[in-house]
């Protein structure tokens, strides 16, 4: 069906091709390895953290309800974009349908923004439970951890929304190949023959005033914490609260870096192969959801040893 419109002709797209990797085929190859052992990794993980939580009756505690929110968050992001990422390398299924592409933008971009919130309701959680620990049982409880998960859901829900809203609604006059693996806002809108301004605009403002807002106040928290664990007398507790909080420390900064790179990487893309974007983009989405079980989870004590009491129970 076409219609002419703005002086273009408008060509419904059913589907559209995702083709990456055009500039560099052999890094389908290399990987297809290791993008399956850190999905493997990130399902196994999370999949363990979310039982040994839900079984552990000690486990039932607010910062271990805040972890199976992050875990979860991160399986539903895995399962959403590396599956297909895996069937172009391996069997070159690259086609998606118009609805399932916006249904992946949207799921991408939200839970991204919603994993970036957790991160900072976890840095306030462990703010108060080293700067304020007589008030921690009073502030943090199931009811505060509730509050918090509807306030994660409908924040980055409602403000995330419009952006597969605003694409679908564009006029792609037939164009439907996506020089991307996975349908990233920007490489959608791309093919399009409308303005795109709004597009763009709107999806730099959400996620700048999201993710930038999180980081700023994860930065403050643990900036708080460094405060009061150095005025700490006990040598034992300096070290646990350095080493717990260090590491969701250097993550948090890694999961910031790696998207201030991507950001730098579209801004300055003439003298960057269009592919390292596209690779980042997609390890971003994997990496993150590997490590946050291990950072997070494994590395706290009560956690391990649930691991280990379940294990016996399995044997």
Known sequence: MTAHQNGNISIEVSDFLLNCFVRSPSWKFW????????????????????????????????????????????????????PKVLAIFWFNLKSISFYACFLQMFIMNCFL??????????????????????????????????KA??????????????IPILSSRLNYCGRNVI???ICANMSVSRLSCDDVTINRLYQFAVGWTLLGSDLILIFLSYSLILQAVLRLKAEGAVAKALS????????????????????????????????????????????????????????TQEIKQGIQRLLKKVW
């Open 179 to 181: 020089e991307n693996c």
């Open 149 to 162: 998960a509807i306030f994660i859901l409908a924040r980055n829900g409602i403000l995330t929304v419009p």
């Open 113 to 146: 923004s919603m994993e970036s919130c957790t991160f900072m309701v976890m840095a306030y959680d462990r703010y108060v439970a080293i700067c304020h620990p007589l008030r921690y049982p009073s502030l943090i409880t199931d009811q505060f951890v509730a």
């Open 244 to 299: 717990t909080c260090g590491s969701h420390f250097i993550l948090i900064l890694f999961f910031s870096t790696i998207l201030l790179v991507f950001v730098l990487t579209l801004v300055v893309k003439e003298k960057v192969s269009p592919d390292v974007p596209v690779l980042l983009n997609v390890l971003h989405h994997v990496i993150f959801s590997a490590l946050n079980p291990i950072v997070y989870g494994v590395r």
């Open 31 to 82: 990987l297809s390895l290791p993008l399956s052992l850190l999905f493997l990794l990130a399902m196994g993980a999370n999949s363990i953290l979310l039982i040994t939580i839900r079984l552990e009756a000690s486990l039932h505690e607010p910062m271990y309800y805040l972890l199976s929110l992050l875990s979860l968050l991160d399986i539903v992001v895995c399962l959403t974009v590396i």
